[in-house]
């Protein structure tokens, strides 16, 4: 099986059809519920080649057969050549299993997606209930945007409509802006949810945003949908960085949750909420989304689960001591293993030589490591921090808006009301250049 397909030329019609009739107004709408780049789409649905797995999960979207509309020069195996069972339900028997370099997101008919049972189906049992919150945490690329995806998934097999959004994409200056924010909010899900936005009927300044928003989903959000509706607010983190909107809008999300208990309208909605960091915003306990519903920590990989993606990339490590060398350098941090093991499995480097290089700008992990360091030299108060906690082998105490966006970064972890470093690797790195970065910053300040 290739690792690209094509539309054919003369199915390009019937494939930008399925995009209205599948209810998708937009090819962006689509990148969006399946997860991929619209840049990906756009060349789909152009006739351009895609990765395998990409076209076939588009087709599936689309309730298009593969089959039929690919651009094949060859005979397509009856062979079934997923060896995970717990696979065959997001994926076709035929499907390519030959791994794409881990970036991102993991796709929804990736073999190489390891499960978190039992934590997977205990979210999709909590949506099912009226009114849910579900609250997930983790820093940056511990997967929490690849569980999102499969449970707004579940959801949809459930029949229920799904709404996603990343608070990231929002401009900063809707951000700061209580009652621009919640517009854009609305305005949003009204579009994914393929509705006029009729903001300006349900918007009054005298009754103020937080009311006006509120009616707008009880008075019709959620009266025009016959369905229950998952919203997902990813990167929810972003708004902390907003004290003053912070302390309006995630009032107004425990409040949605406290009208589900009374109000069978609200009953329809599920909250789930994704964020990076613990919250610094003060709120009262009764005003905060964060002590209520079910709470969902992703964790790093323990070395059994290692074993089972280099498992599923074909690497013998049955004895455990390849996994449990990696887990000494990068602690089982999900993005990091996925990386490590894709090389390996590539046969283009070896475990000795990967720790060996792994922590130097000619590692594997160099853009990465790079990427962090750039935002350190921009910020010369979080540099001074992290080298404080690079540099000890104790628990170091933080102020907490500094801890917030180091801890966000992934760069550490908390320990009680102190941090350590998250892996040895970041510590290995950042204890050298951050000494040259601080002493750069000095220099600069005293001239």
Not at 76 to 83: L, T, Y
Not at 253 to 269: F, N, P
Not at 281 to 306: D, H, K, R, T, Y
Not at 313 to 336: N, V
């Amino acid at each position: 099986m290739p690792r690209s397909l094509r539309v054919q030329q003369n199915y390009l019609d019937k494939a930008k059809l399925a995009l209205i009739r599948n209810g998708f107004p937009s090819q962006r709408s689509l990148a969006e519920d399946a997860g991929f780049a619209l840049a990906t789409v756009s060349n789909f649905l152009t006739g351009k080649p895609v990765d395998y797995v990409i076209f076939e999960e588009l087709c599936r979207k689309l309730a298009l057969d593969w089959r039929e509309i690919a651009n094949l020069d060859f005979e397509v195996s009856s062979q079934s050549i997923d060896k995970n069972p717990k696979i065959s339900e997001l994926s076709d028997a035929n499907q390519d299993t030959s791994p794409l370099y881990p970036n991102g997101s993991v796709p929804l008919a990736s073999p190489f997606y390891l499960e978190r049972a039992p934590l997977e189906e205990q979210v999709y049992q909590e949506i099912r209930k009226p009114g849910a919150l579900v609250r997930i945490k983790a820093p940056r690329e511990m997967g929490k945007t690849s569980l999102l995806m499969r449970i707004l998934d579940s959801a949809k097999r459930q029949g229920y409509r799904t709404v996603s959004l990343n608070l990231e994409q929002v401009d900063r200056v809707i951000l700061s802006n209580l009652n621009q924010f919640l517009r854009w909010l609305c305005a949003n899900i009204a579009r994914q949810l393929q509705l006029e936005a009729k903001l300006d009927e349900y918007w009054d300044e005298d009754l103020g945003s937080k009311i006006s928003c509120t009616s707008y989903f009880e008075e019709y959000l959620l009266t025009s949908i016959e369905t229950p509706l998952v919203l997902a607010l990813d990167e929810v983190n972003q708004i902390f960085e907003h004290p003053q909107v912070a302390k309006d809008f995630l009032p107004l999300l425990r409040s949605w949750y406290e009208e589900a208990k009374t109000l069978l309208v609200w009953q329809k909605l599920r909250l789930i909420v994704v964020h990076s960091t613990e919250i610094y915003v003060p709120l009262q306990l009764n005003q905060s989304p964060f002590n209520v519903g079910l709470p969902i920590q992703l964790n790093a990989f323990s070395q059994e689960e290692v074993q089972q993606l280099a498992q599923r990339y074909e690497l013998d490590w049955s004895d455990g001591d390849e996994a449990r060398q990696l887990m000494d350098l990068i602690g089982g941090h999900p993005s990091l293993v996925h990386t490590a093991i894709y090389h390996l499995s590539q046969r283009e480097i070896t475990l000795e030589h990967l720790l060996e290089t792994a922590p130097t700008a000619t590692g594997i992990y160099s853009h990465h490591l790079q990427r962090h360091l750039v935002i350190l030299q921009e910020r010369p108060e979080l540099a001074k921090s992290l080298n404080c906690v690079m540099c000890t082998t104790e628990p170091v105490a933080l102020e907490a808006i500094v801890a917030y966006k180091l801890s966000s970064m992934g760069l550490i972890k908390q320990l009680g009301n102190k941090v350590v470093p998250s892996c040895e690797l970041y510590r290995q790195f950042y204890v050298t250049t951050l000494m040259d970065t601080i002493s750069e910053c000095n220099t600069f300040l005293s001239n």
